[in-house]
């Protein structure tokens, strides 16, 4: 096992009827910026619930942050921060949201001339505006860690920010919120979580047993309450195990003391960028190439994989290994989510040149827990997954 530190600061609150709770985490002298999406949050029941248990509290508001949140729109809201001297952020949304508010919390401290170069030159935030969030989709994890991903339409850009002082302070995790949630964003949570499981696992063994075991019982646990989520969002005790495996997912944890790879999410992020395909659909349209042609290094992982979580018990570590990728496409297949790029896209070709290049450009020239994926390889693998 590698060696590690470990902090992890948020205050998770779980359970039904929780967002409640938010009148006491909030300093009754603070002044609040109420961040919200599309709007969904009118329709569920969510916003009156926020609204009421801060109805002692001085609230601005500011919806309409999109899906893969766009800087521009975050621009806007950064000025009404400003204005009016906001000390305070709340999140109420899915990872668009929560992400787009750790823009936020880093822009509003941030004194440099453009925010954007917050995500271009990796600028660290140690500490930033607090924040806390409601989560309304389980997916990303982000409720419990400090990165966040920040698109920019303009330049077709789609980066990667984060740092100590970005964690919430805490998290309000009610399980009863994904009723309201449709179909493909249920599946897009189940696919997402596990696939953040699979970045901080399928690399080569190091004899981390307890992060081993871990990681695999988050995978069971998703295999096993997909069909009962997708099926009824009302079935509280699928709909629980799903949240709180969402946010074990990437809170840090599975990856200490362990190598992580993460060249599924670079790669993915691109293919939003270019096309605006849903974060989770990019990882299942790339995750099979990778690991094929990254087989030799992966294949014991992908045979414990094979016979822990899958129960794939014949055949030698080839054998088990390369089943263990056919039969993860298939989990895709089953919740509903595509597999290649050509599957979203019929402007598809060039793309893995444009990847390539984009990677030389921002001189990502290693990516893995090898640092060895170079953007030639990159652009096999993009190929592979046409
Ligand atoms: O905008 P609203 O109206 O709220 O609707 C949203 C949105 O259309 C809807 N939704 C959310 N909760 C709902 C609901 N609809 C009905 N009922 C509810 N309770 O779902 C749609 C998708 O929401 P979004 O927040 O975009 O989804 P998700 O949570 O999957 O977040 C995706 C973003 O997170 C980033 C992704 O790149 C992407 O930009 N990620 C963030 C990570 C992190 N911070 O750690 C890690 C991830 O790998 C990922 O990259
Ligand atoms: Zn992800």
């Not at 800087?71 to 921060?81: F, G, K, R, V």
């Not at 696939?195 to 047993?209: C, N």
């Not at 992060?211 to 709909?239: G, M, R, W």
């Not at 362990?258 to 670079?266: I, K, Q």
């Amino acid at each position: 096992m590698n060696n590690f530190e470990f902090k992890n600061p948020t205050k998770i609150i779980f359970g039904k009827d929780t967002i409640e709770k938010l009148e006491s985490e909030i300093p009754k002298e603070a002044k609040v910026l109420l961040l919200y999406g599309g709007g969904s949050i009118k329709k569920n029941g969510i916003y009156d619930q926020v609204k009421t248990a801060l109805s002692n509290v001085d609230v601005v508001e500011f919806g309409g942050i999109p899906a893969n949140p766009e800087y521009a729109t975050l621009m806007d809201a950064l000025q009404i921060i400003k204005e009016e001297n906001i000390t305070y952020l709340l999140a109420v949304g899915g990872g668009s949201v929560i992400d787009g508010t750790k823009f936020l919390s880093a822009a509003a401290v941030y004194t440099g001339d453009t925010p954007w170069d917050i995500l271009t030159q990796n600028i660290r935030t140690e500490k930033g505006m607090p924040f806390g969030t409601v989560l309304t989709l389980p997916a990303t994890g982000s409720e419990m860690n400090s990165g966040a991903v920040i698109t920019r339409a303009e330049t077709k850009e789609k980066l990667a920010m984060g740092g100590p002082g970005l964690f919430p302070q805490f998290s309000i995790l009610d399980p009863q919120v994904i009723t309201s949630i449709p179909r493909r964003q249920l599946a897009n949570g189940l696919t997402d979580a596990f696939t953040h499981v699979l970045e901080q696992y399928m690399t080569y063994p190091i004899g981390a047993s307890l992060q081993d075991h871990f990681a695999e019982s988050i995978l069971q646990t998703l295999i096993e309450v997909a069909p009962k989520v997708l099926k009824d969002p009302t079935d509280y005790q699928a709909a629980s195990n799903f949240m709180w495996s969402c946010t074990m997912a990437l809170n840090g944890l599975i990856q200490k003391g362990v190598p992580t790879d993460w060249a599924v999410h670079a790669i993915g992020h691109e293919l939003t960028a270019l096309f605006g395909i849903d974060h989770a659909r990019t990882l299942a349209v790339i995750a099979p190439s990778h690991y094929k042609y990254n087989f030799e290094a992966k294949k014991d992982k992908l045979a414990q994989y094979a016979e822990r979580v899958w129960n794939i018990t014949e055949g030698s570590t080839d054998d088990k290994a390369y089943a263990a990728i056919e039969r993860t496409v298939v989990f895709f297949h089953e919740l509903g989510i595509d597999t290649k790029l050509s599957d979203y896209t019929e402007d598809y070709e060039g793309t893995a040149e444009k990847i390539s290049k984009r990677f030389t450009d921002r001189g990502w020239l290693g990516l893995g827990e090898h640092q060895d994926l170079s953007p030639d390889k990159v652009e096999k693998i993009v190929k592979m997954a046409y």
